[in-house]
């Protein structure tokens, strides 16, 4: 057992957290839905202050419902690790606070997890590997998984030292006005890289003409000449109104897509 003002090392600190990364998801269940997975990654630290009785009080704790978004809650879990330091070390920590800041903690952070992750970088890297992909290069996948596994790692390790040192101040890491800048940079990011994927990659273009005898036309080349791309961006448009307001399910699109397709070319309209 560790000397009574004895505080963790940064191996120890890198252990907790690789701990974390590996085991958060090994045992979810609806009950509990993670817990076990953060009383596993937290064993190194009750094995360096406690004897077996308050090694499992400890485990105890942490066995109430908690769930998460796994890479920002990393910054929870530096939290929570400074707070059974600080308890381990004599502070005066209770077990009711260490709960009320994981259960405080985790609806927004999940939120803000979401919505910064699957909402808005993973689009980002996945519209820049399609790109790399172009005529079956094998660069955008390459690109996307050496991106992506970076990213999460190193800024849950990132958040998970901010946890540790800052405390439940650290929050503000994620809330502050500055983290709110570079979110919304992050998201005009994101739009714009999406607006050229739309007019690159959606082929989008009709038959219909017009006029008689020698004077036919084409629609296609009228639009052309006002607006390039003007079929393809209505079409984005339309989809995202129908499935951000009207609430239609991504299956469903696909269906309507997937009718609307055989419908024009049978007519002749595409």
Known sequence: MAAKNERLTKPELTKLWWRYMWWYNSSASFERF???GIVYSLIPLWDKYYDKAKKFAAMKRHTHFYNTEMQVGALIQGITVGLEEQ???????SDDVIRANKVGLMGPIAGIGDSILVGVIIPILLSIAISLSSGGSVVGPLFYIATFVALIVLGSKFLFDRGYTLGVDAVKTLIGDKAKKVVDAIILLGVTIMGGMAASYVGFTTKISFGSGEEIRLLQDTLDGIFPKLLPLLLVLSIWALMAKKKVSP??????????AFVAAFFKII
Do not use: S
Request: glycine share 4%.
């Open 87 to 93: 308890k381990a070390l004599g502070k005066d920590v």
């Open 34 to 36: 993670h817990a076990m």
């Open 251 to 260: 299956l469903i699109m696909t269906i309507i897509l997937a009718v609307f």
